[in-house]
């Protein structure tokens, strides 16, 4: 478990699954993690969340109030590639969640237990160009490496996304 300010990063409970179900099935945030979203019941949250626990190139956390332990969102790192250092970002965060720091402390922390346990040296990620997530990635230290055109199908338009990376402090 990572202590920061106000919440933790640990690993998922039981406890947590109706907060992680009703995440995995808001059509709209789902949309903005660039996911193609479908039904998902509980068991397959459930599986789903066995599923990324045990991948070996992955990290999973799930972001809890430090207090009260109530799960807020998750966050992982995938398709972590130790000898180069480098891995991919995914964060999500409940709406009542958002704009108060969570995501901030959340990413704080990942990043340096990547760095140090894993020696982790650059985070990448992808999110939708006109989406606001990208000035909060520029804010908290990523920077835009990248842009594919037309690159996601949704809601009948094809989208494009930025690539944005975060080079880590050695």
């Known amino acids: 478990m990572l202590d920061g300010q106000g919440i933790e990063l640990r690993a998922w409970r039981e406890a947590d699954l109706n907060t992680l179900c009703e995440l995995r099935n808001d059509l709209a945030l789902q949309d903005l993690l660039l996911a193609q979203a479908r039904p998902s019941s509980p068991e397959r949250v459930r599986r789903w969340l066995i599923d990324k626990s045990d991948q070996e190139q992955a990290l999973f956390f ?6 009260t332990g109530q ?3 998750y966050v992982q790192l995938v398709n972590m590639r130790v000898l180069h250092g480098t891995a991919e970002l995914g964060i999500c965060l409940a709406p ?3 704009g108060r720091g ?3 402390a959340a990413l704080q922390l990942l990043e340096g237990y990547a760095q140090r346990v894993f020696a982790l040296r650059k985070i990448i990620l992808q999110v939708l160009a006109e989406q606001g997530a990208a000035e909060f990635y520029r804010r908290v230290g990523y920077r835009e ?5 037309a690159h996601v199908f949704q809601n009948g338009n094809y ?3 930025f690539l944005m990376e975060r080079l880590l402090e050695p």
């Not at 490496?145 to 055109?149: A, F």
């Open 71 to 73: 799960c807020l969102g």
């Open 96 to 98: 009542a969640a958002q």
């Open 62 to 67: 799930v972001i809890a109030e430090r207090d």
């Open 159 to 161: 989208r494009d996304v």
């Open 145 to 149: 490496v990248g842009r594919l055109q």
């Open 102 to 104: 969570v995501g901030r």
